[in-house]
């Protein structure tokens, strides 16, 4: 074999290995996905740790594996800050703040605003360009695995949401940082009483800045203005009708219309793709109108078509949809008319369900058991839920310990999830091929 075939067979392996790593990361279950992707960038871009802020149900989902340190001493308001600094289809190399200090990192953001971050990035820059195109593919999988999980999901996410509750934690530890500092200032007998009013006059000042930053920051991460939610809506569905005969018109929200919970603004365009894809094989459809509204209390969809009219919401194709809906407490309705099209209509509420008003029997609750729960499932902490009852923490904490172990949960999470697919009512659904959600 002359030198160029050998050179060519060679080249050929390698392009043959690189697409089946690729592959084995895009049908990994979603919680391998970030560590058979750092394998499969290790070669590419060594690194000690990886982190991906993915985008989902709760607006971003953080995964890690690598240097303990790193993943665990990364903020998710440090990342988010980096994810809005970056923009689509960018990458930089440039140092992240942790608990231990600065490090060193690769940073990528995929087209569809997922963030990659590689620790202690080794070589040049030369295969940067090519690790953004791998993490765009990837990342596109993460938003699909989520779209395609059950709605079980969006339950928890709608009253619990472990990002937000995450974020909102590290706010409150900027707050105490803050005032810790003031108080060590006015207690000071180094400072004289001027000396102590300037410093503690200043720290003040650059606290309120700070901490107004940071609370944009936990809001901005945990909400989506509905405009921007809408025009990530309209990139989505670019690919999905870009080779069909089928014409899709988009009518904007208002601009001043009320931000959306992360998690509405994921089912939302989820509940929209889905219907897409369900007229866009239709050889009898060939214009689809989109419209958002929003009326400050509900997020309104309003999607209609030119078909025959033969859709309704029992339709198989739309099962899914239907069933993301009622996750999210929303209602869905259907105007069909022959010959005429169908209009599709979802009504969003944009504020979590109601408190527990009682608990079934067989949960073995007391009443005032049932007052802490109905609290805690609406993001109540301990202190609060104690005030708003009139009784102390530590005996609010012992009703809390109590309801975990009669619903059988270890956190607040896990009761708030069981309430909402356990309570009278509720609706229940389950993955089509009997496999459980583990979430990406």
Excluded at 80 to 96: F, K, N, S, V
Aim: charge should be negative.
């Amino acid at each position: 074999m002359s030198s160029a075939r050998m050179d060519l067979a060679r080249d050929s392996a390698g392009d043959i290995a690189l697409l089946r790593g690729l592959a084995e990361v895009l049908t990994s279950p979603p919680d391998l996905i970030p560590a058979r992707l750092s394998s499969f960038l290790e070669p590419l871009i060594g690194h000690s740790a990886l982190v991906l802020l993915v985008a989902d149900a709760t607006g971003a989902q953080r995964e890690g594996v690598g240097a303990a340190s790193f993943v665990d001493g990364v903020s998710f308001l440090a990342l988010d800050e980096w994810r809005r600094m970056l923009g689509p289809g960018h990458t930089r190399r440039g140092p992240i703040a942790t608990n231990t200090g600065g490090v060193e990192t690769f940073q990528a953001l995929s087209g569809n605003g997922a963030l990659l971050v590689l620790a202690d990035p080794s070589g040049s820059a030369s295969m940067d360009a090519t690790v953004l195109q791998v993490w765009n593919i990837v990342a596109l999988r993460v938003q699909e695995l989520a779209d395609s999980a059950s709605p079980d999901y969006l339950q928890l996410a709608r009253a619990s949401s472990s990002v937000r509750m995450e974020a909102l934690t590290e706010l409150a530890d900027e707050y105490s940082t803050t005032l810790e500092s003031l108080l060590a200032v006015l207690r000071s007998t180094t400072l004289d009483d001027r000396a102590a009013r300037q410093t503690a006059t200043r720290l003040a000042a650059e606290g309120m800045v700070h901490l107004r930053t940071a609370s944009d920051r936990v809001r901005t991460f945990t909400e989506e203005p509905v405009t921007t939610a809408f025009e990530r809506l309209r990139d989505d569905l670019r690919p999905l009708v870009r080779y069909r005969d089928i014409d899709v018109q988009f009518v904007e929200p208002p601009v001043d219309g009320r931000a959306l919970p992360s998690e509405i603004a994921h089912g939302a365009r989820a509940v929209v793709r889905g219907s897409i894809l369900a007229l866009v094989d239709r050889h009898d459809v060939s214009r689809v109108r989109v419209q958002w509204d929003c009326d400050g209390t509900n997020l309104l969809i309003n999607v209609r078509d030119d078909g025959p009219g033969d859709l309704s919401e029992e339709s198989v194709q739309l099962r899914l949809v239907r069933q993301r809906v009622l996750a999210l407490n929303g209602q869905l309705s259907f105007e069909a008319t022959a010959g005429w099209g169908t209009e599709m209509s979802v009504v969003m509420p944009l504020d979590p369900p109601t408190a527990l008003a009682a608990a079934p029997p067989a949960w073995d609750l007391a009443p005032r058991e049932t007052e802490v729960l109905s609290l805690l499932i609406a993001g109540q902490r301990n202190r609060e839920i104690a005030v708003k009852l009139g009784i102390s923490e530590n005996t609010v904490k012992f009703h809390v310990a109590k309801i975990f172990r009669k619903l059988g949960v270890t956190t607040r999470a896990e009761a708030t999830a069981f309430v909402l697919a356990h309570r009278p009512g509720a609706p229940r659904f389950g993955r089509a091929d009997g496999v459980a959600y583990s979430g990406t």
